[in-house]
């Protein structure tokens, strides 16, 4: 049984999400403010978390990036009044997996924590080491190395940079990114994917710039409209 920690200052909404949520069998945390939040995590793993952005004491977005930090296996849904796609992607950003603006249907939620769930329990989406550059990628450890450091990846974007792998060198569709990483009956915006796609690229370069001199590392070169592809080497590195 899931364990799934709700963050929501809105009696009725939180009440709400607890009743279908345990009704649908999983157990049940909630909290209404970020300070709350972040205790409850210090002391428990949960698996998935639903994080409201409009608290009462921190701004969501800073509980989401703290929240990251401290649980950074732990799947983290926004659920938000805010529409700009400025304040999605921010979210997106500080660490989310997934984001739902309200009002929002209680069976798009279920059905988006199911195939969140799903893909977390089918873990590594290839079985064998890859290595390309100074980039490494340990499945089984679920750690990706830089020149011999680990780089903390998120768990979609581990599961990301994994499924480019398994295809390196090789164009990989959109639909496929979206049916292998996040579920193939996902039914939300595949926004989260460029916006993650975004975000694997600075940690790893990021990353590479910390080694002296840099690390080489495969590009994830972006096929408009079509996907996105891992370039690996071909040959030695120049002199």
């Known amino acids: 049984m899931a364990e799934l920690l709700v963050v929501e200052d809105e009696e009725k909404i939180g009440a709400l999400l607890v009743s ?3 009704a649908n069998g999983y157990r049940v945390t909630w909290c209404r403010d970020g300070r709350g939040a972040l205790t409850a995590a210090r ?3 949960f698996e998935l978390v639903l994080l409201d952005l409009g608290l009462p004491d921190i701004d969501g977005i800073d509980v989401c990036r703290l929240l990251s930090r401290q649980q950074p296996l732990c799947v983290v ?4 009044a805010r529409r700009e796609e400025m304040d999605v992607i921010e979210g997106l950003e500080s660490g989310a997996d997934d984001y739902l603006t309200k009002p929002f249907r209680m069976t798009e939620l279920l059905a988006r924590i199911r195939a969140h769930l799903r893909r977390a329990a089918a873990g590594a989406l290839v079985s064998e080491a890859f290595t ?3 980039l490494s990628l340990d499945p089984a450890a679920r750690r990706c190395l830089v020149g011999g450091e680990e780089v903390p990846l998120r768990p979609k974007e581990f599961d990301l940079l994994a499924r480019l792998a398994a295809d390196a060198g090789r164009a990989v569709t959109r639909e496929a990114l979206m049916d292998d990483v996040w579920d193939r009956n996902w039914t939300g915006s595949t926004k989260t ?3 993650h796609v ?3 690229r600075r940690r790893l370069a990021v990353a590479a710039e910390r080694r002296d001199p840099p690390a080489r590392l495969p590009t994830i070169t972006t096929l408009r409209t079509h996907g996105y592809r891992l370039e690996v080497e071909t040959g030695p590195p120049d002199a």
């Open 20 to 22: 279908a949520l345990e």
């Open 43 to 45: 002391g428990h793993a």
């Open 77 to 80: 849904v926004v659920l938000t």
């Open 132 to 134: 390309s550059g100074d």
């Open 193 to 195: 994917l460029d916006v």
């Open 198 to 200: 975004a975000a694997l």
